[in-house]
């Protein structure tokens, strides 16, 4: 029997309860996967607060990465005993799960499932980030809002390896130093001089805003954006900023967003990953710790996740 994390109805981590279950078969166009690893994302969160909605009872979960041990008919990019990960794909928190072929990427040799679970997800959003929202090059500024987090802590690091200068955000004070570690300069969100510091350090502006905060700094990202910048909008930790999009437009600011779906997909992901795992293997991202969590474990990972108090990248391990 597999198992299962299941919700019945939204709320607090409680509700995210452990399930044995039949899995059965993979159907047309599916795999089944023996999952090693499963990712743990913010909207994990979202969803399980019914912020994201879906038909309940609902697996939460958009990410996993391990074995598969069985094929569906049609499909012909996967065999059993293949290493495989996926970053967007419904009902992952499960120690086995059926998985459309379509959403998953195979994984090179030198990935393993631990890795892979932990930073395809985060990772591919960095990129999207990076290459699709704004194409980052080397003397560029970039302040990036949320650098603490999973995505920010990825992004600030890839960021600095391009070439950019990082202007580091982070939310809690005990993180400071590891977003120090990833970036250029490193500021607190609360800080009041926050602003003054930025245009010390860029005074005609930064020319990318990464925004995962949203809300709560969005008034120092319009503050900082260079005239002619852009504020690259991808998450709203702190709820969905209102921004004054009018004067923003006067400036010539754009704000761009969309999903790591959106943005990779097709022959993109192909391109996206295997710069995700040249950076990895470059060792980008070597200082970032792993908190791995035990698959029984995921009520007490969502409570750290809504408390702010994860330290480092969060991954299930069945
Ligand atoms: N567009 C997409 O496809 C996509 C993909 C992935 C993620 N996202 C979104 O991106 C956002 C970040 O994802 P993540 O995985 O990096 O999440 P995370 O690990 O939870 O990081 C959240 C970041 O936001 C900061 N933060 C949260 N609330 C804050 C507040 N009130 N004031 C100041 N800082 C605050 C945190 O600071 P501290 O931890 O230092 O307190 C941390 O740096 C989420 O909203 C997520 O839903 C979007």
């Not at 003054?196 to 990202?221: C, K, M, S, W």
């Amino acid at each position: 029997m597999a198992k299962i994390i299941q919700m019945r109805s939204p709320g607090d981590p409680s509700v995210l309860e452990i399930v044995q279950a039949e899995i059965g078969a993979p159907g047309p166009g599916q795999v089944r996967l023996v999952q090693d690893a499963i990712g743990i994302n913010a909207v994990d969160g979202l969803v399980r607060k019914g912020l994201y909605p879906m038909a309940l009872p609902a697996v939460p979960g958009f990410e996993a990465a391990g074995v598969v041990d069985a094929v569906g008919q049609g499909v012909t990019a996967f065999a059993p005993g293949d290493r495989a990960a996926y970053f967007f794909a419904q009902g992952a928190y499960a120690t086995v799960a059926l998985v459309p072929a379509s959403a998953l990427v195979p994984l090179p040799d030198d990935v393993d499932v631990t890795t892979a679970a932990t930073i395809l997800a985060k990772g591919l959003t960095a990129w999207m980030g990076l290459r699709a929202l704004y194409d980052l090059n080397a003397g560029d500024t970039a302040l990036v809002l949320g650098a603490s987090g999973g995505v920010g802590s990825l992004l600030s690091r890839w960021a600095k390896a391009l070439g950019g200068a990082v202007i580091g955000v982070a939310g809690s004070l005990d993180k400071l130093d590891k977003v120090q570690a990833g970036a250029t300069h490193a500021l607190l969100a609360s800080d009041p001089q926050a602003a003054a510091r930025i245009h010390e350090i860029a005074p005609a502006g930064v020319d990318v805003v990464y925004d995962l905060i949203g809300q709560a700094t969005f008034n120092l990202a319009a503050d900082v954006v260079r005239d002619g910048g852009v504020i690259a909008t991808i998450g709203a930790a702190s709820g969905q900023p209102k921004p004054s999009t009018q004067a923003l437009a006067r400036r010539g600011v754009q704000i761009r967003g969309g999903g790591t779906p959106q943005h990779v997909r097709g022959p993109t992901v192909a391109v996206a990953t295997g710069e995700l795992w040249a950076a990895h293997r470059a060792g980008l991202f070597d200082d970032l710790e792993t908190a791995r969590y035990p698959f029984d474990a995921i009520a007490r990972a969502h409570a750290d996740m809504d408390a702010r108090r994860m330290i480092g990248l969060p991954v299930l391990i069945p």
